[in-house]
């Protein structure tokens, strides 16, 4: 007898926000269990509860213990699970609901962002041959000494590819507030189109840059597994954007899209002397203070010194100054000039690694609009410029023209 | 080397019910353990907590399924144990906190009022050792299948009373928001004496009859075990009272005090043919009906029927009518009546057993104030008196005085 087919479907907070939105996703379960399929649906807490708890918490204390947080905050999803369980009860529809313990969701002890190291499967297979619909708590787990995790931000999308890879799921559907992956952002340029399809490699360059709907940690885990993923709205019917792996369908098309990330800062450390290993010490101090760079540029000039530009967070931009100024006078450099004005603009396209010349089109179209480009950086499947933020928009919309996104492909 | 004495503290919403109230408990849980004891704290979910998830719920469906509320419901306590933990930290003093699953817990299978089977303390004598505090979350348990029960209401007193009993608790303290157990309601009597003292009897018979500080299950737990109750203020560094088997100094007492219930109606079903079996086929059916029954009343009379009166907690009056009325019917009694404008008076005291005299100066004082009584119970240890609720609390008064419970003893 062929197996059912098995959907894992994710539901994140602002789809569980409130009774009416629950009995939504309710309907939206049983809905795809009368389809023939088995269903693991993951959610999300509440709404803001996860904030809700943290606040709760840092009434308390400036510091809490990162154990003690998880136990707390754990408690959000467990709310989800049982009432989206009571909910599809309501239907008539047999389901329950199961906790990262229950399941065993093992993972390592890195209490608020661990990770997840092996998924049992005994329990959700016991429950789905007898119910059809299992709901799992998101972003929790356990370790070995069963202690209570969570995966940290995003990490219901964590949830979601572990349990579709560990039950070997046919499709991981996440659903969002969005209706999928669109070429850019629909706010900015009004005839951005959604994409039928991605490639999990440009899914990780959109999402790690703005479109950010997915936790990026999970699109790699779906690409090693090859599990397909669905973005989707869970308060439309419609098709949302598959990513899967390179197919042939995606051959031809150069560039598949837009992005603008306004939440970086540009910092750059002036005349360091041109000396071996000067560049390891400083990118070694800023991770030792746990500030997560993203672009980096070197010019050696010919004076014997150089500069480092770099980009941060903008939340880090002070903690990164201070490191850096400090790195400064250890290392003889003559300052430390920081901009939070910028935006870094990337186009983004698979087809880029076999057609050449997509460099050029971009620094042409930002030239025509009079942009200037501060700082470049490419990869295989991704071209990114950082540019003035007064600029940003404009740019995106020229791009977005110039590579052809907004006629179907 | 001699043990440390080991205290059992258990905390009761109203104690936890904001994050001051947090702090306050954590000063408390902090002292106990600088005079040199080991704590075990049992806190139950933050004020209104469960209500309000239950509320949640009802929102969802009429009828959630029990299973899924315990889900539901034990977040409650899992939030106030790691709220509690990070206030301790706070103090600069190690503690952790466990769930139930975690300590172990472990319970029948009725979900929502489970009953507590045996109590693991590998986890909770380890964790004893590393940091002195350990923290459970009251009120819920686990079963051999790992599923998530709850204790029932007040079952955060059952969890305390049980770990005492496992792990051998020198004492068990109960903070509540009163400050001990009075010799009746100072409400309506001013001069009402808190006791130092009282046996798990009288406690018992005070508990189930309105002086509802502690759940009548979880003392009948201590009682078997031997393990000595403190009941005292969470806002109050005063000793409350503490309730242990019957002491010498005890002696002599005869009537402990006085307590009022106005939550019960009286029920009577009239002339029920004098078959024999017809009572039992009566309260056989209540029970079935999920009705619990208090005080039961019946007077054969000459004619060959006779009428039979109970007591009833008034929520359940509906409910019990028609039940009643229907049997009322199969039975061929006359017929059914009710009075929900009824209190119940009680005074109780072990000192009973070997005094003889206090229901006829129970039923004089009441007499010479004009009372009438309605219904009769007795036990070893305890007179009740139905009587309308108009004259309740005079009733209560006259009583007082008239043992001299005013008086210290």
């Known amino acids: 007898m062929a197996r059912k087919k098995l959907v894992v479907q994710k539901f994140g907070g602002s789809s569980v926000a409130n009774v ?68 599809i009860h309501k239907l008539g529809i047999g389901a329950i609901s199961l906790t990262g313990q229950q399941v065993g969701i093992a993972t390592d002890k ?108 999970s699109i790699e885990a779906a690409s090693k597994f090859n599990i397909p993923l669905h973005v989707r709205s869970s308060f439309s019917e419609k098709e949302g954007t598959i990513i899967s792996k390179e197919v042939k369908s995606m051959e031809g098309v150069v560039v598949r899209g837009v992005t603008l990330n306004k ?39 010919e004076t014997g010194a150089t500069d480092i530009s770099f980009t941060v967070i903008k939340d880090d931009l002070n903690k990164t100054l201070k490191v850096a100024k400090d790195l400064c006078e250890k290392i003889k450099a003559a300052g430390v000039i920081s901009d939070a004005d910028v935006a870094k603009i990337s186009v983004v396209g698979i087809g880029m690694r076999s057609h050449s010349g997509v460099a050029a089109k971009m620094f042409k179209t930002l030239a025509d609009e009079k942009i200037n480009i501060e700082m470049i950086s490419t990869s295989e499947i991704k071209i990114s410029c950082v540019v003035g933020k007064a600029g940003a928009e404009k740019a995106v919309k020229a791009l977005h023209k110039a590579f052809g996104l907004h006629k179907a492909s």
Chains 1, 2 share one sequence.
């Open 263 to 301: 939440s970086e800062a540009k910092i750059t450390i002036c005349k360091v002397p041109n000396k071996p290993g000067l560049a390891a010490k400083i990118f070694e101090t800023l991770g030792k203070a746990n500030i997560n760079v993203d672009m980096i540029i070197q010019n050696i000039s």
């Open 110 to 217: 890195v209490h608020t962002k661990a990770r997840i190291e092996k998924i049992e499967t005994k329990r959700i297979e016991k429950e789905l041959q007898k119910h059809g619909i299992v709901i799992v708590a998101g972003f929790q787990g356990i370790t070995p000494e069963n202690e209570i995790t969570t995966l940290g931000r995003g990490g219901s999308d964590m949830s979601a590819v572990g349990l579709a890879i560990a039950l070997k799921a046919d499709v991981c559907e996440i659903f969002t507030d969005v209706e999928g992956i669109y070429t850019t952002d629909p706010r900015i340029v009004k005839n951005a189109r959604k994409l039928k399809q991605i490639c999990y490699e440009e899914m990780l360059e959109m999402a790690s840059m703005g479109a950010q709907v997915m936790q990026a940690r």
């Open 20 to 87: 009416e939105r629950i009995l939504n996703v309710a309907r939206r379960v049983v809905e795809t269990k009368k389809k023939g399929n088995n269903v693991v649906v993951v959610v999300s807490a509440l709404g803001d509860t996860t904030d809700e708890l943290i606040e709760l918490a840092a009434k308390i204390t400036d510091s809490p213990s990162e154990r003690e947080l998880d136990m707390l905050m754990s408690t959000g999803e467990q709310i989800s699970i049982s009432l989206l369980a009571m909910a």
